[in-house]
């Protein structure tokens, strides 16, 4: 069965850091390419960050660039978000989710067929 599990989220002040960790189980995680999503209530599902399946090519969303960076290790078969300089408005729900193209293209989520259960950002003072 394929798994896949996001740690690391919490409550940080304004300015701070946080790292995310999407690991995956049942499955080798360099075959698919992974994404990270993020989801405020009552707003729909955004695409922040994605990954291709060496690490080589790396996509962020216009909102995260210069403070997000994505990493994996496939060898521990899990995948990073780095966050700094959190601001109020990246407070949200966080999510992993895996693909099996090769590319990281566009997050639309019906390419993405395996998701974790997501991990709660909260970025306040």
């Known amino acids: 069965q394929l798994q896949l599990v996001e740690s690391g989220g919490g409550l940080v002040q304004p300015g701070g850091s946080l790292r995310l960790s999407c690991a995956a189980s049942?499955?080798?995680?360099?075959?698919?390419?992974i994404g990270w999503f993020r989801q405020v209530p009552g707003k729909e599902r955004e695409g922040v960050s994605c990954?291709?399946?060496?690490?080589?090519?790396?996509k962020f969303a216009d909102s995260v660039k210069g403070r997000f960076t994505i990493s994996r290790d496939n060898a521990k078969n899990t995948v990073y978000l780095q966050m700094n300089s959190l601001k109020p408005e990246d407070t949200a729900v966080y999510y992993c989710?895996?693909?099996?193209?090769?590319?990281?293209?566009?997050?639309?989520?019906?390419?993405?067929?395996?998701w974790g259960q997501g991990t709660q950002v909260t970025v306040s003072s």
């Open positions: 049942g499955f080798t995680l360099d075959n698919y390419v």
């Open positions: 990954i291709s399946r060496s690490g080589g090519i790396t």
């Open positions: 989710a895996a693909s099996p193209r090769l590319f990281c293209g566009t997050y639309n989520e019906a390419d993405f067929g395996s």
